[in-house]
Nanobody, 123 residues
Framework: QVQLVESGGGLVQPGDSLKLSCAGSGRTFNAYAVHWFRQAPGKERDFVAAITYSGGSTNYADSVKGRFTISRDNAKNTAYLQMGSLKPEDTAVYYC????????????????WGKGTLVTVSS
């Protein structure tokens, strides 16, 4: 069992940066790929970024490529999402999730989820 807790969300202006954290509990956190998904009001939950258990490979949605960076610190059981050049369309609840094996863009393949942290980008 892995428990995930996201933090770092808030209200920012367009063009600002924000760093989200995902703290994982349990000895197996470091065995999982970590993903970030987001869900805007009235929309489906969409893939944002993923990182392998070792941190050696990453994957990004086209909409955030070049603006967001996913990373992890296995010594701290924590993953991060550094977000830059934020846009109003980035407004959503951001969720951290884990999966066995390779990274995936499919929310249905995740095994554990956090409760999310709200990011609002508005002037």
């Amino acid at each position: 069992q892995v428990q995930l807790v996201e933090s770092g969300g808030g209200l920012v202006q367009p063009g600002d940066s924000l760093k989200l954290s995902c703290a994982g509990s349990g000895r197996t956190f470091n065995a999982y790929a970590v993903h970030w998904f987001r869900q805007a009001p009235g929309k489906e939950r969409d893939f944002v970024a993923a990182i392998t258990y070792s941190g050696g490979s990453t994957n990004y949605a086209d909409s955030v490529k070049g603006r967001f960076t996913i990373s992890r610190d296995n010594a701290k059981n924590t993953a991060y999402l550094q977000m830059g050049s934020l846009k109003p369309e980035d407004t959503a609840v951001y969720y951290c999730a884990t999966s066995w094996g390779p990274m995936s863009t499919n929310a249905g393949r995740m095994n554990f989820w956090g409760k999310g942290t709200l990011v609002t980008v508005s002037s």
